[in-house]
Each structure stands twice: as structure tokens, then as C-alpha cells.
């Protein structure tokens, strides 16, 4: 076995069918898919037991609700049989050549530990942009991801299986629910090289309901996540970092309000990363549009 596809869900049996099939329809088949169920209460069982029946390379895991998709994923980990994990959420999904694309490009890396792709990102079903994950980013990329924020998705993401034991698989710790993906990036950065493929291979999904729409839990986790690191580092003006950066993180907030045309929430919090580290041109770009009412 190759890849072990995980696919954490909670009450997906609507979008479900739709992750499923995509990976079934690979044209490379090397491959087992983990659904793991963290609780769900509707019909999410019955939607994999369908597959089941028909594919023994399907398998499901039930849990206890853990409240957040890191616990899910760290039990498709530890029941995974592949060499490679490659992750996958339960409202997005794969285009046919895309497992085709990730082996050939670990076939020929030997040293890679991860692989990362583009995406294409639909909102509310609808084409938005191409997400060109990993486009800037070098082999090692953790500074990067650091200093200039999260630029890769879980669900274009493979990964070697010893190396996700190695770092202690996703944290599950409350501050990193919803970043707990960049964390695991961060920390895979330090141990082995990424590669990226520059082509689109999949969809990253975004409704009204889902949670990257939460604009409070991600970003304050967020602010957590990028300080917390930041402290681990050798350096003298850590004091400095951690306010240019937490000013970043708070601009992200701002943005994310701004572009869901919530203004009023915005403005305030657009000035506050203004004052707390002004250097920055899109900080006031946004706080135009804002003041304006343009949510682009």
C-alpha cells in the first residue's frame, strides 16, 4: 500500500459521497480510504458502509466527538497502512490525476517528506481562484510559513507517514483548533524537504457553514499559534517580532471582515494592525476599501 487517504467527517453524509468518489475515481490505485467519523449524528456511517460494500479499500473509523478535525485525522494516521498519507477533507475534493501526479513527483524526490499542490477554490459551489499553494515557498520552508503565513492546505497535502509519527502527529490542543495544519507544516518544515507541484489537482471548498468561514475562532487561534512559535526561537528582538506579526495576524482578521462585507467590524480592527505596525501598504488598501464599502 502507498497512499492512505484520510478523510476526517462530521456530519458530511450530504457532501461526503462527493470526497469518496473523487478518490475512488484516481487513476492511480495504489491506495486505502479512512473515513473517520468524529460523532457524527446523521447518516455519515451508511454513506461509507455504501462504498464499503463495493470496495474493500474503504474503511471507517468511528469516534467520540473530540471537537476538532486534528483528533480525527491522528486516528486515520495511526490506522493507516500506507507509506504516505495523503489528507483530504470531507467538503473538498480531488481531480482524477492527482495521486498519479504526487507519486511521480515523490518518485522522483527521493529526500521529499511532503507534497503539496494547487487548488482550485469554489465558494458556495462556485469558482472563485487557482490557491497556488507552495508557488514562493523553498524545500524548507519554515520561516516562510512563519514569518509570511500559511500558504498550504491540508487537502493538497501527502505526507510520509514516519514523519507525521516523528513530530508528534497533529496537535490537538484547544488554541490550535482550526490551525492545526499550519502548525503541522511548521513542524514538518524542520525535518525534511517539501516539493510542489504547480498545477491544480483538486477543490478547496468554502460555504456559508463550513469552518473556514469562522473568522474569530481561526484567527484568534491564529495570533496563538504564530506567537507561540515565534517564542521558541534563538533570537534577541523577539519582543519586536511578535508584535509585527501579531499585528499581521490581526490584519488577516480584519481582511477576512472586510471581504465578507462586514465593515463596521473591520475598520476597527484594520487601524489597530495600522498603528501597531504601519508598515505595510495592503493594511491601508484594505481600510479604504472598507471605509468605502468594497469587499475585494
Known amino acids: 500500500m502507498f497512499f492512505s487517504v484520510v478523510i476526517p467527517a462530521y456530519n458530511r453524509e450530504k457532501e461526503l459521497h462527493v470526497a469518496i468518489q473523487s478518490v475512488l475515481n484516481q487513476t492511480y490505485q495504489n491506495f486505502e480510504l479512512i473515513v473517520v467519523d468524529n460523532g457524527s449524528t446523521d447518516a455519515t456511517k451508511e454513506v461509507v458502509q455504501s462504498y464499503m460494500a463495493n470496495d474493500a479499500r474503504v474503511k471507517y473509523f ?9 483528533g480525527s ?3 486515520g494516521i495511526k490506522n493507516a497502512m500506507g507509506e504516505w498519507v495523503a489528507f483530504l477533507d470531507s467538503d473538498d475534493y480531488w481531480y482524477p490525476q492527482k495521486l498519479e501526479r504526487v507519486a511521480k513527483m515523490i518518485e522522483d524526490n527521493s529526500n521529499a517528506i511532503a507534497v503539496s499542490h494547487y487548488e482550485d477554490k469554489m465558494v458556495n459551489g462556485i469558482f472563485h481562484s487557482t490557491l497556488e499553494h507552495g508557488k514562493t515557498l523553498s524545500r524548507g520552508p519554515y520561516y516562510e510559513l512563519l514569518l509570511d503565513g500559511n500558504s498550504l492546505s491540508t487537502s493538497a497535502m501527502s505526507v ?8 508528534g502527529l497533529f496537535d490537538i490542543h484547544k488554541d490550535y483548533f482550526a490551525v492545526e495544519d499550519y502548525d503541522m507544516w511548521m513542524k514538518l518544515s524542520l525535518v525534511g524537504e517539501f516539493c510542489y ?9 468554502i460555504t ?17 499559534l504564530v506567537l507561540n512559535h515565534i517564542d521558541t526561537l534563538s533570537i534577541p528582538s523577539k519582543k519586536i517580532m ?13 481582511r477576512s471582515y472586510q471581504m465578507s462585507g462586514e465593515f463596521r467590524k473591520a ?14 501598504i495592503k ?6 476599501f472598507a471605509f468605502l464599502g468594497i469587499r475585494r
Open 62 to 70: 468511528w469516534q467520540e466527538n473530540s471537537g476538532s478535525p486534528a
Open 197 to 205: 507541484i504547480h498545477e491544480s489537482l483538486g477543490v478547496f471548498s
Open 160 to 167: 510520509k507517514k514516519e514523519k507525521l509519527f516523528e513530530i
Open 208 to 224: 456559508d457553514t463550513n469552518m473556514s468561514g469562522n473568522i474569530e475562532l481561526i484567527n484568534n487561534n491564529l495570533k496563538t
Open 73 to 75: 485525522r491522528n486516528t
Open 242 to 254: 511578535k508584535k509585527i506579526h501579531g499585528a499581521r495576524v490581526e490584519y488577516y482578521r480584519g
Open 267 to 280: 475598520i476597527p480592527i484594520l487601524i489597530k494592525s495600522i498603528v501597531d505596525y504601519p508598515f505595510a
Open 283 to 288: 493594511k491601508y488598501i484594505s481600510l479604504v
